[in-house]
């Protein structure tokens, strides 16, 4: 059975207070700014549109990512086994949380190892982009990857949250090269991931240059971590500084075009904020390949595996009935689809 270790009391404390409290960002996605083009006469069936994808080798039912969120402890290995089982049950995508806790301590392992349960769907392995600047090499990368027998790596890069933490590691100098040589050597793609603030269109062309396969925005409007940070702070000075950053970050709806116009032909996945199937069809149009949630997965995991079924399924039937009341037969043509921007 797992011990409770200090990252695993963090991962325990990240649970609770996201399933308790509000933690949102004080800014919304930007997708409320944009709205299909209803068509009266779709010249389509309901029943022939068809959101199957393929990525990175592995066929998808519904362009729907389980973002990566926890592992590490009981509790999370309870949510980990729960979401990968509904993941294989409806053939959509699924993140693990940070693997450093099973790196660090191999009896964790089981805690992410969701595999034998979700044979088929495209997985990605965790880490923390920041461990590299931290005694992490390209043979922990490998780690994580041949962990979880992952199709893809996920470095997530989440400045902010660790300069408001006491705990927080925060030299980034010279973190993009260490990018660079784990995208050269690792035998699987890399995707930069954010954790709720977005990627401005330098950062993009700079991640897109040192080689990664796809950047999953995780753009501000949805969980914000500086907020969970306040809510774990054990001063008043400290939490004072988290809340300082409640309406920081790049709205989702921006962070993707701004990614788009950097490096218009990398991957992207949209992530930070979404809450339903039409905002998962919006960040198609603007240019994603799929959309990813944490938060609401969160909930339905925690209540079961058939509660996460029907989200999973009521998502897809927002994504299909969306689709065909634009008009849209499959997800290239989705991509097409003008949007209208109001003000
Ligand atoms: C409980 C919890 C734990 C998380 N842990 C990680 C993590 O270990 N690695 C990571 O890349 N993102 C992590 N995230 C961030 C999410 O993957 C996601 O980017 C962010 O929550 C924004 O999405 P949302 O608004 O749909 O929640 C976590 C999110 C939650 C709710």
Known sequence: MPKVTQTGSRKNDHIRINLEEDVRSGLTTGLERYRFIHQALPEINLEDVNQRLQLFGRKLNAPILISSMTGGTDQAMRINYTLAEAAQETRIAMG?????????????????????????????????????????????????????????????????????QPEGDTHFAGLLDKIYQVCQALPVPVIAKEVGWGFSESTAKRLAEAGVAAIDVAGAGGTSWSQVEMHRATSESQARLAAAFIDWGIPTAESIQMIRRATPDLIIIASGGLRNGIDI???????????????????????????????????????????????????????????????
């Open 96 to 164: 693990l949380g940070s693997q450093r806790a099973a790196i660090e301590d191999p009896s964790l392992e089981s805690t992410f190892q969701v595999r034998k349960l979700a044979p088929d769907i495209l997985l990605f392995a965790n880490l923390g982009a920041i461990q590299l600047n931290y005694g992490y090499t390209i043979e922990h990368c490998r780690r994580a990857v041949d962990m979880l027998e992952a199709d893809a790596l996920i470095l997530h890069l989440n400045a902010l949250q660790e300069a408001v």
């Open 281 to 343: 069809a919006k960040c198609i149009a603007l240019g994603a390949k799929m959309g990813g949630m944490a938060g609401p997965f969160l909930k339905a995991a925690s209540a079961s595996l058939e509660t996460t079924i029907e989200v999973i399924h009521e998502i897809q039937r927002e994504i299909q009935v969306c689709m065909f009341a634009c008009g849209a037969a499959d997800l290239e043509q989705l991509l097409e689809t003008q949007l209208i921007e109001v003000d």
